[in-house]
């Protein structure tokens, strides 16, 4: 009898027992040596019994609107069947977004609107539609992953640039890269970026919407943290500092996984104009339609705005809790060399090792093995991130703050101390 083992090594290697020796199936090139995201198997490793873990970048449950969610589902099934249908986009749901949009900063129309299944199918939808082979895509050096899954189908490049954890990413750069030539989107997360914890600063905002429009090369703006801004209103988002409802050249993903819940699966996209019917096309040769519940039910939660307003509320205030434990006992470790970003929405911090101040052979994947070792401690290398090799991940490591209540955050960062410093000692009696 096959093992549960046995399923996944013979699924892995084409194998089947009724089919040994068939040939396989021809495959696509752009598959044939696709990988699965660093991220993703990392957090699968360090997911085992009693491990303190900072590393997935996931909501917390706990606040998740259970109650108002079913209450939403039996009201939308208890008077429309047809929202189990096939249907066109639901306009209620459309112009809330609009609202939200608003609140952000950005006035656009509803038919610049396209909803998509989560955030992620929309970068996907705007790669197919941006990016050719041998074309170049524009990034931090360290970028949230979903971005690597889709540019690489494509056959396009990702040319990284620099950001620091005080200020964001550099526009000059940007612009410098620009130059180069063969660039067809820049992507970046300007509010709470994942990884790197940083805001990005007003000036910063102004010069990038002018480089890019200069250079006629779209902004694709991931924005799933613009609503947990935790030191006061958000800065608007960078699709307000453009004129998006003329045509202009930022493209504004949103989504409603981190305030509402990842499982809905349901997020949206403002396009210029000249983009909405193409990217159109590409979502629905991908899964036709958003769901017609989903929508519905969010848009049943989005119309009870003393709800919504009271549930972000909360988000933020127990985020800020969260982030206040870490950033306050980091204040209190010692951990020689080390900067960090002091996230102002999002659910990251971010830490970065200086090169001369760690011994020789330091870095933070090695490091991360030492802590679940000896402290039973997760984080993510900043490796894991890197959007090209060497690009300088191996020095970082991101820390999430939104899964642990405050008092076990301050504990993890003890035990990242205390991992940091025997990781030290090690390298050194090593290296004498």
């Known amino acids: 009898?096959?093992?549960?083992?046995?399923?996944?090594?013979?699924?892995?290697?084409?194998?089947?027992?009724?089919?040994?020796?068939?040939?396989?199936?021809?495959l696509a090139a752009w598959i044939r040596d696709a990988r699965r995201s660093v991220l993703r198997q990392m957090v699968e490793l360090v997911a085992r019994p009693g491990v303190v873990s900072m590393a997935g970048g996931l909501p917390a449950p706990e606040l998740f609107p259970r109650a108002e969610l079913a209450s939403?589902?039996?009201?939308?099934?208890?008077?429309?069947?047809?929202?189990l249908q096939y249907l066109p986009p639901f306009m209620p749901l459309k112009e809330q977004i609009q609202d939200l949009m608003?609140?952000?900063?950005?006035?656009?129309?509803?038919?610049?609107?396209?909803?998509?299944?989560?955030?992620?199918?929309?970068?996907?939808v705007l790669a197919r539609l941006l990016v050719d082979r041998g074309t170049t895509v524009i990034a931090e050096a360290q970028a949230y992953t979903g971005i690597h899954q889709v540019v690489a189908p494509r056959g396009a490049r990702i040319r990284t640039v620099g950001a620091d954890l005080d200020h964001g990413i550099d526009p000059?750069?940007?612009?410098?890269?620009?130059?180069?030539?063969?660039?067809?989107?820049?992507?970046?997360?300007?509010?709470?970026?994942?990884?790197?914890?940083?805001?990005?600063?007003?000036?910063?905002?102004?010069?990038?919407?002018?480089?890019?429009?200069r250079h006629g090369v779209p902004i694709v703006e991931d924005d799933p943290y613009g609503f947990l801004a935790y030191d006061g209103a958000a800065q608007p988002a960078l699709a307000a500092a453009d004129e998006v409802s003329e045509g202009g050249g930022v493209v504004y993903v949103g989504s409603f996984s981190k305030i509402l819940g990842p499982a809905l699966r349901l997020g949206w996209m403002v396009l210029p104009k000249p983009l909405v019917a193409r990217a159109s096309i590409i979502k629905e040769g991908m899964d036709l339609e958003c769901s017609s519940l989903t929508q519905r039910v969010v848009s049943e939660l989005l119309a009870d705005r003393e709800f919504f307003a009271s549930h972000l509320r909360r988000l933020r205030d127990t985020y800020r809790e969260r982030r206040d434990a870490v950033l306050g006992e980091l204040r209190q470790v010692a951990l020689e060399g080390a900067s960090w970003s002091r996230p102002s929405s999002g659910m990251f911090v971010y830490l970065r090792f200086a090169p001369d101040a760690v011994p020789e052979g330091f870095e933070t994947r090695s490091l991360l093995q030492r802590a679940l070792d000896e402290e039973q401690?997760?984080?993510?290398?900043?490796?894991?991130?890197?959007?090209?090799?060497?690009?300088?991940?191996?020095?970082?490591?991101?820390?999430?703050?939104?899964?642990?209540?405050?008092?076990?955050l301050r504990d993890a960062v003890r035990r990242l101390a205390r991992s940091v410093a025997s990781h030290r000692?090690?390298?050194?009696v090593a290296d004498g």
């Open 72 to 83: 939403a589902y039996e009201r939308v099934l208890g008077r429309e069947v047809k929202a």
């Open 172 to 213: 000059e750069a940007v612009e410098a890269r620009l130059g180069e030539g063969d660039a067809r989107m820049i992507y970046t997360v300007p509010e709470g970026h994942n990884p790197l914890g940083v805001t990005l600063a007003p000036e910063r905002r102004r010069r990038l919407v002018e480089v890019a429009a």
């Open 425 to 428: 000692q090690a390298l050194s």
């Open 1 to 26: 009898m096959q093992t549960s083992s046995d399923i996944a090594r013979d699924g892995a290697t084409g194998r089947n027992a009724s089919l040994v020796g068939a040939p396989e199936p021809a």
């Open 377 to 408: 401690l997760a984080f993510i290398p900043g490796s894991a991130f890197d959007c090209v090799p060497g690009a300088g991940g191996d020095l970082g490591l991101r820390l999430s703050f939104s899964l642990l209540e405050p008092e076990a």
């Open 102 to 124: 608003r609140a952000r900063g950005v006035v656009c129309d509803l038919d610049q609107i396209v909803l998509t299944t989560g955030a992620q199918q929309a970068l996907d």
